[in-house]
């Protein structure tokens, strides 16, 4: 009787404890998630392929500083003023430099045949002042030793600065899919095996070190021999050209040459015919424009704004700037499209948040994510004094999407464990979809760092790789047709669902301990390199 009684006892404890429980654990509204599953996925309401298409296909790309990012700009806000946003606005940042824009190119081989060369002007170089046709030559210079080689003659001749890059076949796909085991592989927790003391020095990159110091003095021997352009080769293949910066943006350096990025194959083709003593001669037209003014930059800002916590913010955020080889569809229209479309869907969908959500879209990423680190330093904290403004109290957390255009697989969750439990309970509704995976691993490269840099909750999302690395970042072939709808619809879906939790817990999102003063880090460009 006694037994039976304190069983009794136990069970009617378990009963009052399991309300307690289930307030604690994090509450999921899944009525929220059909109201944003009907707009985000449904053909009838998506408009995430329509804007990607006005970011790329009419824009086009959208290089910081360039006459094209400024026209994405004004129709990215006349979207969301259209949608129903507040406080839709260009915020300056800078300096920044020069603007810079292709606005003509053609480049064929005249003898001893003729065929067109695929190619493409490198940004802020000088054009060719109309058209050229000159011989092409072959200069390789790994030293200063081989300035006097070539010492008187270069003098209007288009250069071959470089050996030919091998080409080889592709016996598998370059799109790929992450597999199950390699989700739970990057699930694991990094373990580092870097011993203490001095490391020894990677031979490579004390070869790009020293390639990088050698090559202005190169670069300036083609200046003083009067070279007609230089003609690199570019890394890639079947048409493929990764094709960035040859000159600088700061109007007070010195001007460049004029410099073009040829595929692998176009080059090839030249230089082997140059081997054998025949003569290429190449008919060049490149035009080129330098955009100057205030030397300024922007962001792109808008909000939907919350109710009984409206003075506390969700961020949403991708960078708008492109290279300008293709049309930079998937580096980083897409992202812009899908932050673009989370806003248009949490509007549409007329669910009601007690935080307010602001979007931001920078410029200056590809240089070093000069616009997020600016915002960043405006609103909420100085990465490199840590000297924290108001806002920095009020932000919940910033969400970034700049890893091509496949679907969510899981969040990176930049070592922030306090927001796993937070998280697993938002992707359970979410795995149909594909999200499974959370890794307290970082991932570099991109807006969110900015974020992460001064103690906020900062957070990029694992995305299927496809071919991002392999054929469309930084390349010509970065175009609409790279993105597939279900993708990209799946994307904005979860997103704005992950922005509806952030927005109406009853909490703040967890945050890590605030970081040390970070003292200025120079990279190529002005900022770290690029991942």
């Not at 293949?237 to 595929?263: C, I």
């Not at 961020?315 to 479309?341: I, P, Q, R």
Request: aromatic share 8%.
């Amino acid at each position: 009787m006694r037994k039976r009684l304190m069983s009794l006892v136990i069970v009617l404890v378990m009963a009052l404890a399991l309300p307690v429980a289930s307030q604690m654990q994090e509450a999921v509204d899944y009525d929220a998630l059909f109201k944003i599953k009907e707009q985000g996925l449904s053909q009838q309401n998506s408009q995430v392929m329509d804007t990607l298409s006005y970011l790329t296909d009419v824009s086009g790309p959208r290089l910081t500083g360039s006459p094209n990012a400024r026209a994405a700009a004004d129709w990215a806000m006349k979207k969301m003023t259209e949608w129903g946003l507040v406080n839709v606005k260009l915020e300056p940042w800078g300096p920044f430099g020069r603007g810079w824009a292709n606005e003509r190119f053609s480049a064929n081989v005249v003898s001893p045949t003729t065929y067109p060369l695929i190619g493409y002007p490198m940004a802020w170089t000088p054009g060719t002042n109309g058209m050229v046709t000159a011989e092409a030559v072959i200069a390789v210079i790994s030293s200063e030793a081989d300035f006097e080689k070539f010492k008187g003659k270069l003098n209007g001749k288009f250069v071959l600065p470089m050996a030919p890059r091998e080409i080889t076949p592709h016996y598998e796909g370059d799109a790929k899919k992450y597999t199950d085991a390699q989700l739970a592989d990057l699930a694991k927790q990094q373990i580092s095996n870097n011993q203490p003391g001095p490391q020894p020095v990677n031979p490579q990159f004390a070869a790009g070190a020293a390639e990088r110091q050698f090559a202005p003095k190169r670069t300036q021997f083609f200046k003083d021999e009067s070279v007609a352009a230089l003609l690199e080769c570019g890394r890639g293949d079947d048409g493929t050209v990764f094709v960035q910066s040859g000159g600088s943006r700061n109007a007070a350096d010195p001007p460049s040459l004029p410099r073009v990025m040829l595929s692998g194959e176009s080059y090839g083709r030249i230089y082997r015919t140059l081997q054998k003593g025949v003569s290429v001669s190449i008919e060049l037209n490149v035009q080129n424009k330098f955009v100057d003014g205030d030397g300024n930059s922007f962001n792109i800002v808008g909000e939907i704004p919350g109710t009984d916590k409206a003075s506390e913010l969700v961020m949403v955020g991708a960078h708008f700037d492109s290279w300008h080889g293709g049309t930079g569809a998937t580096d980083n229209a897409a992202g812009s499209a899908v932050m673009l479309e989370v806003m248009r869907i949490l509007k549409a969908s007329g669910l009601k948040l007690r935080r307010t959500v602001r979007i931001g879209l920078w410029t200056g990423e590809e240089q070093g994510l000069l616009g997020s680190r600016a915002y960043v330093k405006d609103h909420f904290a100085d990465r490199e004094t840590m000297a924290l403004k108001p806002e920095h109290a009020k932000l919940s957390g910033y969400f970034n999407i700049d890893n091509g255009v496949g679907a969510v697989r899981g969040v990176y969750l930049q070592g922030n464990e306090a927001i796993a439990p937070v998280f697993a309970r938002w992707i359970e509704p979410l795995k149909n979809l594909g999200v499974t995976t959370l890794t307290p691993r970082n991932t570099g490269g991109t807006d969110h760092l900015s974020y992460d840099a001064v103690g906020l909750p900062g957070f990029q999302f694992i995305q299927e790789e496809m071919d991002y690395d392999s054929r469309t970042h930084h390349s010509n072939m970065d175009v609409y047709e790279r993105a597939q709808p279900q993708d990209m619809k799946q994307i904005a879906t979860v997103v704005a669902f992950f922005v509806y939790q952030a927005a109406n817990r009853d909490q703040m999102l967890p945050r890590k301990a605030l970081p040390k003063p970070q003292p200025a880090q120079q990279g190529p460009g002005g900022g770290p390199p690029r991942m």
